[in-house]
């Protein structure tokens, strides 16, 4: 699914510095982003929190103190927290970004891991998880999905602080329960409390996993799963996995025990026991590369041990040692030169083009680099329909194999071609269609406009306005003045229109009084009409309503209706139309809008004072 028509942060920037790039994941209590920090020119990872924690005071409060201490933790294996903030209702942490996997995802695609290959991943997961709980943090999450294993080879473990934001927040009232099932220790499940031995727990449930390749206990619902926790013991990952030494299977037995006092006091304490298993695995096995993480190729080269003591240093032996040292050297070379060709023939001389089309430039330009690519950014290129700085293609193109250090071009996009809107005022319909045409623009309708300072004929303005950047191509409204024409003031009431002609330099002094049936002052005619072209000094003549010969309200003739309750109508005079219109809507009014001169401000209304409730008003701008 396009997430560009479902996700309303997608190109935008929060809180004036993260442009916001593409959607990495979504939880059940955030969506974490890949944004430009348009301040630094880096790349970031922004977690933005949903929406029904943002609107809780007591969580906002919790996550920015959390994010202030774990802002602090300073360690390789944390995702380092950069910034905090709040634009609007949302609430986000801004972090370092790595491209990679997570161990969720390791698990998801391989199973079970080789019991070295697991404690590799745990160990700096343990080192992290240690160096939280000197610093007075606490993970209260630690699962697969909080692992990130980076592109480059390197294990960070993420989401510090948010569980006890979380924890503190009302959202716990309404039947969210702090961290997840599969990982809970006994104590989380029944009492809700947790100190670094919750973590240590879960880190055990998590060394499990990746040894057996599942969780040690399943259920048909969450409820049961934590049942398990409570009252039964996580079995020896060997009873699945019987190649796992004995060693493994006491760290996590030790890990994992109901009674916290059982555990390992904390992470680190858990690390040491974990850097002892992978040591005596070393013995067992001898050296090892992990095909787990990613990352450069490890060189192990074991050399004969030479002992001086076996040599015979006596007569013969100084008249053989030449030779023996010739044979040596010589022996030596040749080690060297089958050491070096292995060496040259395993390394990769050849890359091939990655697909970084659709990507930020910047992402794509970081990528390519840790590749072994060359990175140059060609001209950007005009399109409208990829977004500015989203690569459009490579040269050479994806897929192609050249040799490592190569020059790899990386083409953007430059976004739509931007025109502006030219000045068109007072020219002529004609002139002014080809100076939109000759901008790039073109005329889509022509709408007609009264005007007593453009002639006849003559273009008043552009929509949209003149000098607005629009896109090349793009169409605009061409308005053309009609002259000067009579303004209809009929229905307002005398002062109103009085004043209004007054304003625009019209005789006011020709007012005929009739009696009729609409209220008093109202003006119920006009000479010239409008709409009627005219000139500058034409007088304009009004009707205006006496009132009737008998008395105006219904009730007052008739006695047998009742008589509705009045209320003042709000003066909404020389406020914008817009605003007006609510105003009276919100008081009970029905609303009708005339246009006069076209600008956004009411220039008269009617009725006025006391009038029935619901009674519609009519206002002129």
Known sequence: MDTTLTDPLLGQTLDGRYRVESRIARGGMASVYLALDVRLDRMVAVKVMHRSLAEDPQFVRRFIGEAKSVASLSHPNVVQV?????????????????????????????????AR?????????????????QAGLIHRDVKPENVLLTDDGRVKVVDFGLARAIEASNQTKSGIMIGTIAYMSPEQVTAGVADVRADVYAAGIVLYELLTGRQPYEGESPMSVAYRHVHDSVPAPSLLAPETPAALDALVLSATSKDPDQRPADAAAMLVAAVEAHRGLARATGPHTSPV?????????????????????GPRAKRNLRPVWFIAALALVMVAGIAFSGWYFSQERYLKVPDLVKQNVKLAEEQARKLGFQVKIGEARFDGKVGKDIVLETQPARGQEVEKGSVLTIIASAGPEMAVVPKVENLSEADARLKVTEAGLTVSRVRKTASDKIDRGLAVRTDPVVGKRVRKGSSVVLVISVGLLTPDVTGMMRDQAQQFLAEKGYPTDCVNEVTDDTAPGTVIAQEPPGGAEMEPTTKICMTVSKGPDQPFWPWERDPSIAQPDFVTVPDVRFKDINDARKELQAAGFQVRVREVVGGRRVISQNPVGQVPQGTRITLWH
């Open 117 to 133: 290959e697991a404690l590799e991943i745990m160990i700096p997961v343990l080192a992290a998880l240690g160096a939280a709980h």
């Open 82 to 114: 950069f910034d905090q903030g709040t634009d609007g209702d949302h609430v986000y942490l801004s972090m370092e970004y790595f491209p990679g996997k997570t161990l969720r995802d390791v698990l998801r695609d391989r199973g079970r891991v080789p």
């Open 293 to 313: 993480l990613p990352g450069p190729a490890q060189h192990t080269t074991v050399q004969p041990a030479f002992d001086p003591s076996s040599f015979d240093a």
